[in-house]
């Protein structure tokens, strides 16, 4: 059970635009620390697409965006493609004994 | 170009240890804050641990302390993970990686990632 609660699962059809919640709480997303979003493919290591809540890393297209509010962040994905399809995780810092390093549980993002 | 490889495949027995390597090429070894994560079958990402460079500190999750070590080759620029007392649910790619140094380290995004190492726990 993580600290930073995410939707187990998504989904939306080609060139929809679709949007995962990573929602925390006071010891963490809520006291100001930066969240960072992971894309996992079937059978590959995680990649960073976004740091410091809304940074894109280099490489990653612009389909791909984040924001921060209050206790909670969310990733946005627009103009769907098939090759979307793969889990996303949200990660940030935790001051109770439940970090100090946190993951969401991960959303599945399924292309209709 | 910065790379994280890490050692094969292992299959242990239940109460056993097992060491998962990991080198860096491209870069040393004590610039990056490094991590390990682990990621069992059909589960999300965990955290094990990490060291922050800025401080020298290792630091484990609560969840392993007492069962984990992160130990480091400086002049091989390989860092390693040892778990002890393995069981059935140990069983997970492992993965090390290293943060952006762009945040602290313990809130650090993870920019680079070894392959993954596959851990068996069977008997």
């Known amino acids: 059970q993580s600290v930073l609660t995410q939707p187990p699962s998504v989904s939306g059809a080609p060139g929809q635009r679709v949007t995962i919640s990573c929602t925390g709480n006071s010891s963490n997303i809520g006291a100001g620390y930066d969240v960072h979003w992971y894309q996992v493919l079937p059978g590959a290591a995680p990649k960073l697409l976004i740091s410091g809540n809304t940074n894109r890393h280099p490489g990653v297209p612009d389909r791909f965006s984040g924001s921060k509010s209050g206790t909670s962040a969310s990733l946005a994905i627009t103009g769907l493609q098939a090759e979307d399809e793969a889990d996303y995780y949200c990660q940030s810092y935790d001051s109770s004994l439940s970090g100090p390093v946190v993951f969401g549980g991960g959303t599945s993002l399924t292309v209709l | 170009q910065v790379q994280l490889v890490q050692s094969g495949a292992e299959v242990k027995k239940p109460g056993a240890s097992v060491r998962v390597s990991c080198k860096v090429s491209?870069?040393?070894?004590?610039?990056?804050?490094r991590h390990w994560v682990r990621q069992a079958p059909g589960k999300g990402l965990e955290w094990m641990g990490g060291?922050?460079?800025?401080?020298?500190?290792?630091i484990y999750a609560q969840k392993f302390q007492g069962r984990v070590s992160m130990t480091e080759d400086i002049y091989k620029d390989t860092a390693y993970m040892e778990l002890s007392s393995l069981r059935s649910e140990d069983t997970a790619i492992y993965y090390c990686?290293?943060?952006?140094?762009?945040?602290?380290?313990?809130?650090?995004?993870?920019?680079?990632w070894g392959q993954g190492t596959l851990v068996t726990v069977s008997s």
């Open positions: 060291f922050d460079p800025e401080d020298g500190e290792t």
């Open positions: 491209g870069d040393t070894l004590t610039k990056l804050s």
């Open positions: 990686a290293t943060g952006l140094k762009k945040f602290p380290a313990m809130n650090d995004a993870f920019d680079l």
